[in-house]
């Protein structure tokens, strides 16, 4: 929960106005009040005795009625947002919200009959408006000091009770939130997520993957976004600004953003430390590549943060870039694993003060990320058995920056890391699956049950008990298994691979095997990953066959050579719809 204060006027009616009305670009919905200085004012929105003239006059009381000289700017005006994750707030909530808030800026204190008029409106579901005037019915004005620092104490205590988002103020190391209008924005123009967002991903994919300055803005020109360079009277490149194509304001200008509107770490100053200290990365094979990164960031985690506070927030900078570059080239099975881990981490690669950029951690890890992205055609198309150890050496890593930050007492980068964690625990799994997958090998069919004399009985999918798959697959961690939160899930993950025709017992016992469970905190949800992988790596399998099965070998004719001594059957020809057309006309007897 953020509060930020908006710009000061003169005009309550014109703000009133604009708040219940439709929004510049049709972004304000259902504009209604939640709460108010006095509890019976009526609700313009709600109410046909109420007109917004009205309301603005009785706020405006107070600043009409003071003797001297009025303030210039006498209407206060805050905005207090969710996160878009959050939960969405009741007009109930939002009204205990906006009282705690304007007691804490000291607009009306609670329990003081005397403090200015404001209200609260709610035109959207993540956010509401507090506008008051500031003078008050006694015809004093409020002491505002450090309103918006108490306003924020006040959210963090709101954040743990309602159960949002839990932020931490004061280390400026978050990237900005995006505005509601433009994800609003993006809606309308059917887009997946607001220009800024998709901006941010882009710079930092280049920032992270750059050798240099010229190589920085060459991959940003060959993403596709426009690329504004500052230079200065002395002729030196001061910063930069990029836009999206075809993202314009109401006078059909680009919207630009600097790097560092878009986060803290991708202004220029910032990106130019990453090649600030030349890595060199050696020559090899692209069968080697993950496992050299494997090897480099194993030793990276093993020394992060070892050489000091300074060192530490190098290598955690170092260790974001490699999870966004390992996330642009890892295989496609477990590329949105990568990518929703990156962007968890985004926050604990940042932390206050300065950076050291000669660590040892940090030059590891930047010749693993360098190594990963010079080889990128050749590591995308690996399979997922070739990832898996580097994905465990980054979740080694990983934990070893929680660590790290806990030491360091950085609660919210510590927290990320531990999402990014989670995340990259998940693709791990997946990938064991998906690897056991393509190695798997079915076993013989079991005989089926006899149920009478020259009669079997075949059990019908779906018809097998779960309970006993994992009983008889699994039987040292069954009774956790069963008890687990989790097993409705694992449950219908296994009737999904007993529908595809395989055994449930031999494909459980086959992911179960691939890597020891006693250290999962929760094996019913491990083994949920892993066969989600085994699915994943199975359907592409099939998908692969049925392709090539559909395609003539050897591009020859595409007729079938039949055995000596048999005679085919002759095919049953289709014609295209439409190939009557191009015949010429029947012959007649």
Known sequence: MIPSKLEEGSGTYGLLAYLYGPGRRDEHTNPHMVAAWDPYIDDPARSTSMTLSD????????????????????????????DQNDRILSDEEWAKVAREMIHAAGIAEHGDDEGCRWIAVRHADDHIHLVATKVREDG????????????QAAARVFEAQLGLR?????????????????????????????????????????AAAATGEADFFARLAASGVRVKQRIAPDGNLTGYSVAMPGDRNPGQEPIWFSGARLAPDLS??????????????????????????????????????????HQGAGDVAALGDLIVVAAVVSPRLVRGHLKDAAREFERASRVPGDRALE???????????????????????????????????????IEASGRWHEAQEHRMQAEASGRAGGL???????????????????????AAVRTGVGQRRVAAPGERPMAGVVQEAVPEHARAVLADPMWPTLRDRLAEVERAGEDTVDVLVTVAGRRELSSAE????????????????????????????????????????????????????????????????????
Do not use: C
């Not at 693993?368 to 898996?388: E, I, K, W």
């Not at 990938?431 to 069919?445: H, I, V, W």
């Open 55 to 82: 309301l603005a006059l009785l706020l405006d009381a107070p600043v009409f009625a003071m003797r001297g000289k009025k303030p210039s700017l006498h209407v206060y005006h805050v905005a207090v947002r969710n």
């Open 140 to 151: 004093r004005q409020p002491n505002l000091r450090q309103d918006i620092v108490k306003m």
């Open 166 to 206: 839990r932020l931490k103020h004061g280390d400026k190391t978050a990237a900005r939130w995006r505005k509601a209008g433009e994800q609003e924005k993006a809606i309308r123009r059917g887009l997946s997520e607001a220009p800024r967002v998709t901006l941010q991903r882009t710079v930092r994919e280049a």
């Open 268 to 309: 220029l100053p910032r990106v130019r430390e990453r090649w600030s200290v030349a890595v060199l990365v050696p020559r090899i094979s692209p069968a080697e590549t993950w496992k050299v990164a494997e090897e480099k960031v194993r030793a990276a985690a093993e020394v992060l943060g070892a050489e000091g506070l």
């Open 359 to 397: 660590g040892e951690s940090r030059k590891l890890a930047r010749e693993s990320t360098q190594l990963l992205s010079q080889s990128a055609a050749a590591v995308g198309r690996n399979d997922p058995a070739a990832v898996l150890g580097f994905l465990l050496a980054l979740v080694q890593a």
């Open 424 to 446: 990259l625990r998940e693709a791990v799994e997946v990938t064991a699956g998906a690897s056991a997958a393509r190695e798997y090998r079915p076993r013989p069919k079991r």
């Open 522 to 589: 929760s094996v019913a949800e491990v083994l949920t990953w892993r066969l989600d992988g085994w699915m994943k790596q199975r359907g592409t399998a099939a998908a692969e066959s049925s392709s090539s099965a559909s395609s003539p070998a050897g591009g020859g004719t595409g007729r079938s050579v039949e055995p000596p001594g048999k005679t085919a059957a002759p095919a049953i020809r289709h014609r295209p719809p439409g190939d009557d057309q191009r015949r010429g006309p029947k012959r007649t007897r």
